[in-house]
DNA sequence: CTGAAAGCGCTTACAG
DNA sequence: CTGAAAGCGCTTACAG
């Protein structure tokens, strides 16, 4: 909390009122653009507004209107440049519309997102925009809906029961993808690296063992190495791969980062992605264009994904009543060096 | 901007005040946690407020008391995961501090700069944390601070004339560490890789250059390949430099970014970093440890410069006549493998 | 077309 | 220790 300069009194609509000679009701319709007011007047209150160096002070109109214009939107995990860009598509599409963002970052810590959750509260956000913290409890959108505040959910589902807008992607197609062009080269074993747990990891895992079942191949549970969704992760997966079975020569990992890390792993091990080992992975991330050596993977759009996550929230504001609405990005395997 | 569910009127310090049985002066108090109010007297308040769903409202206390826990924050490039890691920084230390921040996000752009901090300014923020976009006039802090806002430029500096606080980091002299250590391993023609303009790039040249007076070496304008800042550009740039100039096996790049995109470049070529060419980048970026492979590179360490940068804004929020405040991290050279 | 008045939900001296 | 009152900077019917 922090006070501003003392002695220092910012100039009110009032300021200008008596500056333009109109009454403040006159200056607050002008500078709400209301066409009630004749041309010459509010030339003449722009100039005074301009003059006296006013600004207009949101908080008092929103408190007086009853309304936001910020929107809190809440990342679990930053780190990953999948969440980076999921945000940037967002924000970027919301500032379009003329909103404002709160930003919390809760390191997949839920006590944390607790926290963060309550403050975007009690600041009377118009909507909030969550990539649930991994473990998030699945009453967490009716306990949102309580408040009265929109909501649009992204990423990870949050389990059955619960009705909520979402944005995400199609993760078991997006595997099958992958598994299915891996297949195509002759691929038959081949593994899955990556993920510890969520309703992302189900998912892709889902789509990794449907596709065995489909090509009627023999699935290894032991072809799962599981670790954390990180570049450590995966390279720790890719060693402990190399390690216990030196027959499997093809994998798809649960996401770009994991790809990275198992990536670094061959290449510690001399070989070489796309030629000794085929690797698949998962997010399309910018950063895959120019791996080394560039990544094959799943692009499921994470910019636009954010971007239409705004969207739906948008609508939701609009239009409270609205019957739940889903955008579920359509995967396209984009095929580059490494698999 | 959007209003709240019609109908739904949520409830005031007032409605506390009669189910409690008190003056809202008293709810007030209680709930700011005054000790002028007796045990027995704040918890009544407060299990009044628990049982009808009581939300504090931020913003009306807020205007009330002419103060702000909002901070904004403006990023430059949130793709560039240095600022991602800037922010992640930034934020954590901000939230623990009470405060909650607005985001957003220019993409570079100084006119969305302009914009974003005007209606930053009309939120009425306690102070604004900024990585200013490229060719962001030097005129910056002093208006920020005509408008009473206290302010901190992080990364970027802004040119000699202007006074304002600043977090960032001692790019010369990390520069000089990448080439003092490429020049030990017995290189003599070393590559600059990368970047097109700004502040940032022009210390990092400077050190670049002034490694060579310092060794007596013979420097070549030409060994500077210019390019964007990302890895597209430092794959182009180590494209263009091994063409142009064989005999050249070793470069530093103006960051981890378009030392990844060489990396990239190099695997195309069939060399492999570390072995056949020598190759460092600078931020520390967490993507540089498992990067194929992991480069070596210059620890600016990018999370705590946020978080410096947070306390550098917080100082200057509580005592605004604080003379100026710089933070300038110490560059550290990690060795791993690419040169 | 413009002005006077009430009110959004708080906080803060000031009495009592 | 608690209550009545004024006020933060706006917006919005309502008169005129």
Redesign the pocket.
Known sequence: MSKKTPGF??????DV?SVA?????????V??GSD???TE?SDRVRKAAAKIG????RR??E????SSNAIGVVISDLRNPFFAEVLVGLERRLAEAGYTVFMAHTNEDLERQQRVLTILREQGIAGIAICPALGTPISLPRSVKSWGVPLVVMVRTLGGGASYDFAGADNSLGVRQAMDHLIGKGHRRIAFLGGITGPVLQQRLDGYKETFTAHRIRFHPDLIVTSQPTREGGHAAMVRLLKARKSVKAAVCYNDLTAFGALSALGDAGLRAGVDFDLIGFDNILDTIHSNPPLSTVDIKPEQMGAEAAVLLLARIKEPGLKVQRFIQEPTLVLRQSG
């Open positions: 009194r910012a100039a009110t609509i009032l009122a000679n109109v009454s403040k009701s006159t200056v607050s319709l500078l709400r009630l007011i004749p007047t006013y600004v207009y002070n008092a109109a408190l007086r209107r009853q």
